[in-house]
């Protein structure tokens, strides 16, 4: 069974750097790529950035530019998101999500696998 | 705010059937056959119900269904069941400059 299993919840300080991990089982993880989404208390989800499991290209949408930092471990099937410089309204629930993907494409357009979560609290 | 718009909530009684609306531009909705929708409950990890507008995949029970109408996506659940209480994202690709748009989400409750 196809699993994405999330970190543990993290406190930060504002200013700090959080790093989640989405450790990936049960399948070709250079098939597939990764999807990071967050969702901030009482707001939507929101899309943080895509890399790949092929060769580890990412995009990055203009708001996380320079601030997220999306990496993978091929040898533990294992993908990162760092986020840096946090503020407050990033206290959010970060989700790892599978999409069937290549190098700088998608095969897919939907996150069939998600992970369940990584709540990330920023307090002083 | 969100990218897509959706009510913030939807209710309905066991066995009725409701919609979910997702208005976006004619940059993501309007502009692909890309529209998703995700059902999210507390503490599980998100599962999606509908893809590419109107495919469902094969786990996904077909009293859920959805359609496009110009810059619009909806998403029906027919036969309410006390389990749907959930709530649901749309999403949308979105092109080269924002790939995935989402919705703000709806709390669907079942009376």
């Known amino acids: 069974q196809v699993q994405l299993v999330q970190s543990g919840p993290e406190v930060r300080r504002p200013g700090a750097s959080v790093k989640v991990s989405c450790k990936t089982s049960d399948y070709a993880f250079k098939t597939f790529g990764l999807n990071w989404v967050r969702q901030a208390p009482g707001r939507g989800l929101e899309w943080m950035g895509w890399?790949?499991?092929?060769?580890?290209?990412?995009q990055y949408p203009q708001k996380f530019l320079g601030r997220v930092t999306l990496t993978t471990d091929p040898s533990t099937a294992t993908a990162y998101m760092e986020l840096r410089s946090l503020r407050f309204d990033d206290t959010a629930v970060y989700y790892c999500?599978?999409?069937?993907?290549?190098?700088?494409?998608?095969?897919?357009?939907?996150?069939?696998?998600w992970g369940k979560g990584t709540t990330v609290v920023v307090s002083s | 705010q969100s990218a897509l718009t959706q009510p913030a909530s939807v209710s309905g009684s066991p066995g009725q059937s409701i919609t979910i609306s997702c208005t976006g531009t004619d940059s993501d909705v309007g502009a692909y056959n890309y529209v998703s929708w995700y059902q999210l409950h507390p503490d599980t990890a998100p599962k999606v119900l509908i893809y590419d507008v109107t495919k469902r995949p094969s786990q996904i029970s077909d009293r859920f269904s959805g359609s496009k109408s110009g810059n619009t996506a909806s998403l029906t659940i027919s036969g309410l069941q006390p389990e749907d209480e959930a709530d649901y994202y749309c999403c949308s690709y979105g092109g080269a400059n924002n790939h995935w748009v989402f919705g703000g989400g709806t709390k669907v409750t079942v009376l």
């Open positions: 890399i790949s499991g092929y060769d580890g290209s990412t």
């Open positions: 999500a599978r999409i069937y993907s290549g190098s700088y494409s998608y095969y897919y357009y939907y996150m069939d696998v």
